[in-house]
Nanobody
Framework: QVQLVESGGGLVQPGGSLRLSCAASGSIFLFDVMGWYRQAPGKERELVAAITSGEITNYADSVKGRFTISRENAKNTVYLQMNSLKPEDTAVYYC?????????????WGQGTQVTVSS
């Protein structure tokens, strides 16, 4: 049973920084894609950033230049460094791992970690 466990959320002032981590357990294979999504109250879940096992990255326009995604393949761990945080970044952030293993697709989600940007 694969589990993704996020950590690093919290309350930060506008302009501040946070670093989210997501560690996988129960997995013995390398995830094709790991990423971060977020969902603010009353809004749909949206992609924040994603990174492939070959470290190709993709970012939402709203976070480009402020957020950096990275991963440690040996640990199946993904990070999200968030700088210059804005109140509109407030949301629950979810870790995701997806891909294809043999003939089956997989799509795993963490429980989420709250990020609140407020003065």
């Amino acid at each position: 049973q694969v589990q993704l466990v996020e950590s690093g959320g919290g309350l930060v002032q506008p302009g501040g920084s946070l670093r989210l981590s997501c560690a996988a357990s129960g997995s013995i294979f390398l995830f094709d894609v790991m990423g971060w999504y977020r969902q603010a109250p009353g809004k749909e879940r949206e992609l924040v950033a994603a990174i492939t096992s070959g470290e190709i990255t993709n970012y939402a326009d709203s976070v480009k230049g402020r957020f950096t995604i990275s991963r440690e393949n040996a640990k199946n761990t993904v990070y999200l460094q968030m700088n210059s945080l804005k109140p509109e970044d407030t949301a629950v952030y979810y870790c995701n791992a997806r891909g294809l293993r043999t003939t089956a697709m997989y799509d795993y989600w963490g429980q989420g970690t709250q990020v609140t940007v407020s003065s």
